[in-house]
């Protein structure tokens, strides 16, 4: 498995932008597909945007496609999330996770996990 270390979070106001980073352990980042998944007080986790191995296909949720950007750089064993044009509904635990496989959205097919970020957005 690989460790998974998210930072970047933080209060901004509804309209503005951050950009989340996801820092990896190990040699073996390119074989992973990565996500980011989020979770807000009272909900079950959900997932937001997957990006393949190289970073050349993406699948996004449709609350933030459109807003939101996933990418990866293998030679730096991290991922990023830009998020533009916050909403307060964004608000959330934001976590990245890692897979073998591509094609999962449901966090069960998941095996590594960060220890989560959180972004709230004020309106």
């Known amino acids: 498995q690989v460790q998974l270390v998210e930072s970047g979070g933080g209060l901004v106001q509804a309209g503005g932008s951050l950009r989340l980073s996801c820092a990896a352990s190990g040699r073996t980042f390119s074989t992973y597909v990565m996500a980011w998944f989020r979770q807000a007080s009272g909900k079950e986790r959900e997932f937001v945007t997957a990006?393949?191995?190289?970073?050349?296909?993406?699948d996004y949720a449709d609350s933030v496609k459109g807003r939101f950007t996933v990418s990866r750089v293998n030679a730096k064993n991290t991922v990023y999330l830009q998020m533009n044009s916050l909403k307060p509904d964004d608000t959330a635990v934001y976590y990245c996770?890692?897979?073998?496989?591509?094609?999962?959205?449901?966090?069960?097919?998941?095996?590594?996990w960060g220890q989560g970020t959180q972004v709230t957005v004020s309106s």
């Open positions: 990006i393949n191995w190289s970073g050349g296909v993406t």
């Open positions: 996770a890692a897979a073998r496989n591509w094609g999962y959205r449901g966090p069960e097919k998941w095996s590594s």
